[in-house]
């Protein structure tokens, strides 16, 4: 018999792994309320040229990462490998902004063709941001300040560093461009040939490279700091003095360039040493040109984007621990009789709120016991032969010190509240 298997670089999370992105995802709907943000929802298929101009033909994620196929009416298509560029795409497709700047979040899978490895993934989940129609620096605090806030809620805030960064305008970039690319020429022994082939189409993101040979190289680079003229340099200096003034720990790192096409000003990585090369756990920055690039009013907007998977992977590193829900009471029946009443007690205490776990399967009382705490159950609701003659059950504290009671079942709740305390 043929065994199916997961495809490479995707995941199935069991509930032992699902848990924790359960508890996250309350941790996010609790944290990003606190800012009133909105959320949208936007399809995983899009058309695939959305992404062409906007991320960038010469990006890895457009040039060899995309999941793209032609459907059955030869349109092509494409698994959306990030969040940005959809949010706007419908932005701007319903007039979203036509009453003035928006602040929304999204959250759910991304998919990059990527050589799959410990913290990259084929599919993975972003939980991301995207202000729109805010001309910052303000915004660019704020949209910085909720990340340190996150992991300051998550108790993780000296593991995660901030990286910052600006880009400039586009007319700088190009300047900066040149300059680099002549650098890079003067050094092009010392280029591998993939980077010798990068050199003129991306010449930047070769800044960025992780390969350790090519450091010294970077180092001595032009900095594109240098090539900003004075409204790009204020930008960014107000920022980082805003930053400082809400407490936020900035590291300056001039070689920080990002790996989608559409940035200026603004660039920020929050990285962690904990999780070797896949060290972002988030990442954003600011798109003051993509609004209007895809067809909208010229409106300025800033985001980020948290990578799920890699934040799951830190806290696990760092042993965090993970709420997991166990019910309050877990209903063991003696006998097939036993078991329908015990699912009309379970409707009742459900219907006051708590969780009833339902034991099926007609085991031994024993073997139902030890089931109930392996689960982490307060409590056990017992209806064995006699108390279902009797219309009594008998509850048994499994956690505390309370023993057991026995109660009519008819004046359940008013005892159980008695009991409980
Ligand atoms: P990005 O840097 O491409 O930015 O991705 C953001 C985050 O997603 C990364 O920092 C990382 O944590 C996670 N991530 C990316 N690729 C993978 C992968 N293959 N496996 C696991 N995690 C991954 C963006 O996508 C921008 N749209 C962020 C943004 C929002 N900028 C402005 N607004």
Known sequence: MKKYKL????????????????????????WIKSYGYDPIRTPILEAT??????????TDIVGKEMYTFRDQSELSVSLRPEGTVPTLRAVVEHHYLYNGPKKLWYYGPMFRRERPQKGRYRQFHQFGVEALGFPGPEIDAEIILMGWDLWKRLGVQGEIILELNSL???????????????????????LDPDSQRRLYRNPLRLLD????ELQALCEEAPRLLDYLGETSLRFYRELRDLLVALGIEVHEN?????????????????????LGAQA?????????GLIQELG????????????????????????????????????ISQSPACLLAGMQYAKVLRSEGFSVYVHFGGQKLAQQFRKASNLGAD???????????????????????????????????ASLKKWMG
């Open 7 to 30: 495809l490479a670089g995707m995941q199935d999370l069991l509930p032992e792994q699902s848990y924790k992105w359960f508890h996250l995802e309350q941790l996010f709907s609790e």
């Open 49 to 58: 040229d959305l992404f062409i101009r906007t991320v960038g033909e010469e």
């Open 168 to 190: 400039g305008n586009l007319e700088e970039r190009q300047e900066y461009k040149k300059v680099l690319i002549d650098y890079w020429e003067k050094n092009k022994a010392h």
């Open 209 to 212: 490279t992780k390969q350790p």
């Open 254 to 274: 001039p070689r920080l360039m990002r790996g989608l096409d559409y940035y200026n000003h603004t660039v920020f990585e929050w990285v962690t040493p904990h």
């Open 280 to 288: 972002t756990i988030c990442a954003g920055g600011r798109y003051d």
């Open 296 to 331: 909208g009013s010229a409106t300025k907007g800033i985001g980020f984007a948290i990578g799920v998977e890699r934040l799951i992977l830190l806290l696990d590193t760092l042993a965090y621990s993970f709420e997991r829900n166990t019910p309050d009471f877990y209903v």
């Open 379 to 413: 409590y056990a609701l017992l209806i064995g032969e006699e108390e279902l003659k009797e219309n009594k059950i008998t509850f048994k504290d499994l956690r505390g010190e309370k023993g057991q009671v026995t109660v009519s079942g008819s004046g359940m709740l």
